[in-house]
């Protein structure tokens, strides 16, 4: 594949919408072709899953069906998304993407990493980020950030104890995949925290 594939991880609030416009806008002013996307969603289709992910009249939704709406969307994206761009040489930037469904359906909902993993083979079909920013911020501050921006979505509604699983296990997750996984602090200023993304980045792109 010719492009490169950026994946933003991190739990809701630390921030990764604004520093995703910046590396985005970064990038382009370097004359490289960008793609921003995110997860769930990314394609008509994806959209469509989103909202029934994210409404909160869906209090009754199973962890399963969750995990599978989720591996849905990102199917969809891969293939319609994702793969044309990285084949056309495009910096793909996704707001998002597999990890997440390790660390919030896997550990967040406690369905574990082999039933997660096994029907998001069939979505991802082999693609892989080359590499993951991850955003830290104590899951408290990252709380409040959220709260602060806009209504807490149906995820956002689950409270503290479910946030902080998730920024464990993201921890975890950090450390199991050093070479890919890059952690950001997020608790920097905004100016702070892009440079050390550029810099991630940077040294990352396939040229
Ligand atoms: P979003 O509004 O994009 O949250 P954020 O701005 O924090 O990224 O909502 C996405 C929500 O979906 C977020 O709470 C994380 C959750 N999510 C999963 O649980 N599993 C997944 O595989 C993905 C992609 C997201």
């Not at 591996?71 to 994206?77: D, E, L, N, P, V």
């Amino acid at each position: 594949m010719k492009g490169t594939f950026i994946t933003i991880e991190g739990t809701d609030g630390t921030g990764k919408s604004t520093q995703i416009a910046l590396l985005a806008e970064f990038l382009r002013q370097k004359g490289l072709p960008v793609v921003l996307t995110r997860e769930p969603g990314g394609t008509p289709i994806g959209e469509k899953i989103r909202q029934i992910l994210l409404d909160v009249e869906n209090g009754d939704m199973t962890p399963s069906t969750e995990a599978l709406l989720y591996a849905a969307s990102r199917a969809q994206h891969v293939s319609q998304t994702i793969r044309p761009a990285l084949e056309a040489g495009a910096v793909v930037i996704c707001d998002r993407f597999y990890d997440s469904s390790v660390v919030y359906q896997a550990y967040g909902r406690g369905l574990g990493e082999a039933m997660v993993q096994s029907i998001n083979q069939w979505a991802l079909d082999g693609l892989e980020p080359d590499c993951t920013l991850l955003f830290t911020l104590p899951p408290k501050k990252a709380l409040d950030r959220a709260s602060k921006d806009h209504t807490p979505d149906r995820l956002e509604q689950e409270g503290l104890s479910f946030q902080e699983t998730v920024y464990e296990a993201y921890q975890a997750l950090a450390k199991a995949a050093p070479n890919r996984v890059v952690a950001v602090d997020a608790s920097q200023s905004v100016e702070e925290v892009a440079k050390d993304v550029q810099q991630a980045v940077w040294s990352r792109l396939k040229r």
